[in-house]
């Protein structure tokens, strides 16, 4: 009987719902539908410079009232009052301290929108007149600190004449605390600040008093999150001696060179500031990488088109410990399977290497199949890269499917040298790389030839524009990219060398408006093949685009590049190219994308290509 009861009470109320429902619904519908109503209590027209009118239409509070539909006439009258002062406050966080300021009701019918009008003229901005940089604490009795405070003191972005504002002031208090805890003092700090403010000769006069704290020395090294490899490995891949002094510089270059190893996939390197400052210990936090792992990679370019890769990484090799990296790459142009075994470091960075490799490759107009192998030792460093090893090469080239191969075995000895001097390693836009390669061998088989090989190359980047105060090169400054390269293989006219010792040029990266590997030695039936002689050089110029925010990552260019190959030295015979082209600040490094004319081809082409390496 008591179930019956519930469901009678169910069926009501579920009715009684549903006829509210119905009468609600129209109401419902038209409240939605109905347009959004939209109240102006009055408008408001500022009369001021760009900059100062961007400023307060961010940030005067009066703006915020406009949306009042009750809003008084004498509720105005005392917000304009208000926007007085606040216009004032705002305009002397940009330096001005001396500004006039009208702010007014303009005439309209009693039922238009009333209007309002502010008049800002800011005048002149405040300069600074002095800068006064105070230390206390240890620093002050240790010698050796004089150069850290001569550099706080030559790196104070305010300096004297520079234009006085409250965003400045706090960049530069900032600015000086990073660079005194960056070295020896990862305590100190900023104990008293004064700006001194003369707002009739709009001047500034700034002092500010920083305590150095105790200097600290690197301890021992605490080290968590390593399973796999041993600390002795970690040890040596940072490089932070204990007993050393603290700088903030060592610790990150420590916690790059754990990231570049390949071993760890996020390392955070950090000192201990509440232990005792002569021997505080050094954090080492680690996330180890997976002990093996495979990449897959899909890719294009202009010069071999679609590019299909696949890597194999094993960090830690059964009984050696070694890092094998063994890589598949197809595309248009080249096929090649290798690997590379890498011991780890010793106390000094130096590896043991030894690699091979197997290549089918378009070299000029033949198909060449070479095999490579190569042992040495190798150093790498974020400036300066140093390897030596002994290299056996050998190429069977045909001209033809149909003729014979012909083929070319040498051995030599060689060193290469990388040094680096850029102001980012990713994105460069000032500094320079050079880079050389020594060799030394004889070709193998029936007859045994010396002979030797070297190759110079080098970049650099030049702004065009400096800032007028500290002389440092403009965030949106042009400049000029420059590259060259020199190459030369010296040996007796009949030797034979594989085509992996000699030279070509032509491409993305070389003498845009041909193709890759299109420059080389013109034979009587007009075959391209590698020479013993090359002679490049490309001159850039790249221009940041502005006044486009959404453009403020790319860059127009305009470049001639210039490339020969040859046999002899008299033969060398110039091949240039010119073109536009436009750059974009790509997370992973430039993307490149130029338009070329090949004067010697007599044809356009376009060029892609990604990332930049030296």
Known sequence: MLKWVWAAVAIA??????SLWAQTEPLAASVIGAPALHVTAFTLKIDAPDEIRSLLERHLELLRYQALSDLSDNELLRLMNSARQDTQDLMATEGYFSPQIQIEREPSASNAVRAVRLIVKPGDPTRVSDVRIVFTGPITTDPATVTQQRRIEALWSLKKGARFTQTAWAVAKQQALLQLRRQRYPTGQITTTLADIDPVGKLARLSITLDSGPAFQLGVLNISGAERYDTQLITRLTRLPAGASYEQTQLDEAQQRLVDSGYFDSVFISIDTTADPQNAPVRVQLRESLLQKLV??????????????????????????????????????????????TAPPDESNWRWVTAGQLQN?????????????????????????????????????????????????????????????????????????LGAEVGGGTTLGSQRDPYSRLLLRGIGYVPLGKNDEDGAPKVNASRLALRAQVGAVLARD??????????????????????????????????????????????????????????????????????????QPGDLQVKVGVGIGARWKSPVGPLQIDLAYGVAAERLRLHLNVGFTF
């Open 494 to 567: 009949s030797i034979t060398l594989p085509s992996s010792q000699l030279f070509l040029t032509g491409g993305d990266t070389s003498v845009r408006g041909y193709g890759l590997r299109e420059i080389g030695v013109t034979l009587a039936d007009g075959q391209i093949t590698a020479g013993r002689y090359l002679a490049f050089g490309s001159l850039e110029w790249q221009r940041p685009i502005t006044g486009i925010p959404r453009l403020a990552d790319w860059e127009s260019t305009v470049f001639i590049d210039a490339g020969a190959v040859a046999d």
């Open 13 to 18: 109320l579920c009715a009684i719902s549903s």
């Open 296 to 341: 897959l990679g899909v890719g294009a370019s202009t010069d071999s088109g679609a590019r299909l890769s696949v890597e194999h990484t094993h960090h830690k090799l059964p009984w050696i410990d070694w890092r094998a990296v063994s890589k598949l790459s197809l595309d248009r142009e080249t096929s090649t399977l290798g690997t590379e075994l």
């Open 361 to 433: 490759q378009m070299v000029g107009s033949f198909d060449v199949n070479s095999q490579r192998l190569r042992g040495g030792r190798s150093q790498y460093g974020p400036q300066i890269d140093r390897n030596y090893y002994l290299q056996y090469d050998r190429s069977q080239t045909a001209a033809t499917p149909t003729t014979p191969l012909v083929t070319a075995d040498a051995l030599s000895i060689n060193f290469a040298l990388t040094r680096r001097n850029f102001d980012n390693t990713t994105q460069p836009t000032s500094g320079w790389g």
